[in-house]
T-cell receptor
Framework: DSGVTQTPKHLITATGQRVTLRCSPR?????VYWYQQSLDQGLQFLIQYYNGEERAKGNILERFSAQQFPDLHSELNLSSLELGDSALYFC?????????????FGNGTRLTVT | DQQVKQNSPSLSVQEGRISILNCDYTNSMFDYFLWYKKYPAEGPTFLISISSIKDKNEDGRFTVFLNKSAKHLSLHIVPSQPGDSAVYFCAAFASSASKIIFGSGTRLSIRP
């Protein structure tokens, strides 16, 4: 158990809809990262927050947004969903805001857009 | 532009033998490399890392080798055990950058 909790585990929705994925980091971790893993693809970095502030941005679409709340949990909002958004979305947390602090991943949310 | 490449999507190794997983990178600014292991229905878990100032790091059955001139790193698992069957991701980052880059993963299967 990594200590990172992601909800929901599975999500099925239709094109054009909007969904929110939630992540609770490990106790004591200040950084939260979001990754997308499409079929047979590696982990694509989306965005990172550190102590409530956006720290780094990757290949995140404009239809996607995220935030980290004062209690350090994070939400990833995906809107105007397209079939290609179907993927596994992972949240990870770490103590610091540097990548030599290993990431601890949640079990992911599997999003299916129909 | 794939900055971190794992060219072997899958690898099958006999139990007890050595497993060697390879990873190539293109960005010479990368100065820290990590390996993550992923079981089905779980998130990746950190396995081992290496700083660019070293060429080898060992942790039990796992050893990571770094060849900076070739921009290549490898993960050796010896002896391989059934529980090692998983997908292994190579990852890299540069201290001057703001994101970590993962490879596409190699699925390792350990056969009896």
């Amino acid at each position: 158990d990594s200590g990172v909790t992601q909800t929901p585990k599975h999500l099925i929705t239709a094109t054009g809809q909007r969904v929110t994925l939630r992540c609770s980091p490990r106790s004591g971790d200040l950084s939260v990262y979001w990754y997308q893993q499409s079929l047979d693809q590696g982990l694509q970095f989306l965005i990172q927050y550190y102590n409530g502030e956006e720290r780094a941005k990757g290949n995140i679409l404009e239809r996607f947004s995220a935030q980290q709340f004062p209690d350090l949990h994070s939400e990833l909002n995906l809107s105007s969903l397209e079939l290609g958004d179907s993927a596994l979305y992972f949240c990870a947390s770490s103590v610091g805001n540097s990548y030599n602090s290993p990431l601890h991943f949640g079990n992911g949310t599997r999003l299916t857009v129909t | 532009d794939q900055q971190v490449k794992q060219n072997s999507p899958s690898l099958s190794v006999q139990e007890g033998r050595i497993s060697i997983l390879n990873c190539d990178y293109t960005n010479s600014m990368f100065d820290y490399f990590l390996w993550y292991k992923k079981y089905p229905a779980e998130g990746p878990t950190f396995l081992i890392s290496i700083s660019s100032i070293k060429d080898k790091n060992e942790d039990g059955r796992f050893t990571v080798f770094l060849n900076k001139s070739a921009k290549h790193l490898s993960l050796h698992i010896v002896p391989s055990q059934p529980g090692d069957s998983a997908v292994y991701f190579c990852a890299a980052f540069a201290s001057s950058a703001s994101k970590i880059i993962f490879g596409s993963g190699t699925r390792l299967s350990i056969r009896p």
